[in-house]
């Protein structure tokens, strides 16, 4: 099972955090809000 990452891109904190997430090859799914 993977992280779901419900954001929105135009959000700075957002970005930062998918940024994280694949920075550190964590499995996870992006579901855009």
């Known amino acids: ?3 779901k990452l419900y954001a ?3 959000s ?4 930062a955090a ?3 997430l694949r920075l ?3 499995e996870h799914e992006f579901v855009a809000t």
């Open 8 to 10: 929105n891109l135009i």
């Open 24 to 26: 550190k090859k964590q």
């Open 12 to 15: 700075q904190p957002s970005r």
């Open 1 to 3: 099972m993977s992280l």
């Open 18 to 20: 998918e940024w994280v």
